[in-house]
C-alpha cells in the first residue's frame, strides 16, 4: 500500500462544489447569495463532507458569471458583502469545514483598475500587467479564443492602436505572468485570503498562465486544437515552484489546478510531492469522452463505451501509484449533469443509476469532487430555446454558429447535452414554489422535475433516496481508509456492463461492482473468494454473498462487498 506514510487531510476529505450563484437566494434578486451558503451550513455540514469548493464569488461585472474578476479583494455585489463572508468561514470552521476558493488569474475582467490603466497609455506603469501586440507589427499570430464571437483571442484597442490577449472572452484579458511584478500582486492576494483563514485554492486554468511573449506562430500541430500548446507555456513549472515557495509552502492548504490540457505524461510534474507545486489537478480525459476531438463542447457522434471510461481511470490510477495524488469527478459547472451524462436520467434508472455513480466516486483512489444537487441526482435541464441559457459559452458560440450559417437546431441539439447551464440550475431544496431556492424571478429556470422527488426535503424523508444513499457511501468511505489509500485492481477490463475492481491494503479489501448498463446482467466473477464476503452496502435489492461468482446485477446495481 502505497500512500499512508503520507496521509494528508485533502487526501482523506470529500469535497463538495458550491455555485453560490445558485445554492441559496436570501435577498430576494433571484440569484444565490452569500447569506444563502451559510443559512445551508447545516445541510452541507450533515451531508458529512470536508471540503467546500466555492465558485468565484469576488467583485466581478459578471461576463462569466464571476470568472472575471474586478477586485480580488471584495465580494461581488449581488451575492454579499465581506462580513457575509467572514462569516460564512467563522461558520463553516465550527462545523470543521474546509474552504477552498477559487482563484483566477490567469486573467482578470477588462474592468480591473489594473487593466484600467493599462490600456489607457503604451507608457502606463500597468501596460505590461497584459499582453499587448502594438497594430505596427502587422496582425498578431493567430491565437484562439473559448468565449470570442469570431474565436480570436486578440481584440484590437483603438485607444493605444494595440491588440490584447483573451484567451477567454474579450472582457476576460490575459495576465502577464511572465512580469514579476505581476506575480506579486497575485501572490499578495492568494496571502490576503489564506490570512482570513481561507484553506486552499481551486487554480483556474493555472496550465495557461504562461506565455512565450514572441508569440510565434502557432506551430502547425496544434491547429484546430490549441489547448496543449496553451498548456505548455515556457516558464508554467516555474512560477507554480516560485508560488509554492513564496506562498502555499507557508500554510496548511491544498491546491487542486485545472489541468487543462494536461497530458498524462506530464501528471507528476505537477503533483509530485517533491517537486513543490501543487497538490492535485482536475484531468480532462473523461470530460473529453464523449466529445469531438479537440472540441470541448461538442458531442461526439457515437456513445462513449463502458472500456474506454474504466481504462481513463485505470491510466490516471497508476500514475499516482507511488507519488502525487489525483483528484476524481464526473461533472462540474462546466459540464452537465453526472446522472444525466454517465448514468440514466429516464425515470426507471435515475434512482439507481445516481447512487451507482455515488458509489464509483466514493470508493475510488483520489479525491472526490461533487458539485451541489449531485447529491439528489439533479439532472440536465435540456434548454429547448436559447433564450433560456445565459451562459457566455452557449451564447457566444450560438451568434458564431448563426455568422456561419449554422442550423440553429443542430446547435440545440447538441447543447441539451453538453451546455454549462444544465449544471448550473438553482439547488432543488423542497416543493415550494421555486423549489425553495428564491422568492424571486430565479436568474435561470429550475429543472421541473423538483416537484418530483429530486428535492432536498423529500429525500431526506426517504430512507432509500439518493441523498440518504450519498451519506451513507460518504461515512463508509470515512470509516475505511483503504477506500482513500488502499491499491485499486480492475477486473474483467473487456466488460461493457459491469465495472467491477477492489480497493485493497493490509487491513480490509473490498470489492466494489458496478453496473452501466439498463439491463440485468448476469456475470461471472473468477478469483473472489465469496465465501468471505460481507454486503456492506448496495443501491437495490442485492444480490448477497453467493458461493457460486455468477452475480446477478439489476440495471444500473452497485454493491459494495468486504472480503475478509
Ligand atoms: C474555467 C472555469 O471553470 C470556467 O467556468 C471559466 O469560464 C473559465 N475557466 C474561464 O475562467
Known sequence: MAKKSNQNWWKEGVVYQIYPRSFQDTSGNGIGDIRGIIRRLDYIQSLGVDIVWLNPVYKSPNDDHGYDISDYRDIMEELGTMADFDELLEGMKKRNLKLVMDLVVNHSSDEHPWFIESRKCRDNPYREYYHWWPAEKGTPPKRWSFFDVEENAWNYDGQTDAYYLHCFSEKQPDLNWENPTVRQEIYDLMKFWFDKGVDGFRLDVITFISKDTDFPELPEEYNGDFIPFYANGPNLHSHLKEMNQEVLSHYDVMTVGEGTGIHIDRALDFVDEDRKELNMFFHFDLMDLDREKGQMFTMRKEKWKLTEFKQIHTKWDSVFEQKGWGSIYLNNHDFPRAVSRWGNDSESYWHNSATMLHTFLLTMRGTPYFLNGEEIGMTNIKFENIEDYRDI??????????????????????????????????????????AGFTHATPWIKINENYKRDVNVQAQELDKDSVLNYFKRMVAIRKQYGTLVYGDYTLLDPE???????TRTDSENSFLILLSFSTTENQFLLEGVDFEHARLLISNDSAPGVKKDPRFKLAPYQAVVYQLY
Open 393 to 434: 459559452n452557449t451564447l457566444n458560440r450560438f451568434e458564431t454558429m448563426s455568422n456561419e450559417g449554422g442550423d440553429p437546431q443542430e446547435f440545440i441539439k447538441n447543447e441539451k447535452h453538453a451546455g454549462r447551464d444544465n449544471a448550473r440550475t438553482p439547488m432543488q431544496w423542497d416543493t415550494s414554489p421555486n
Open 495 to 501: 466488460n461493457e456492463e459491469i465495472y467491477a475492481y
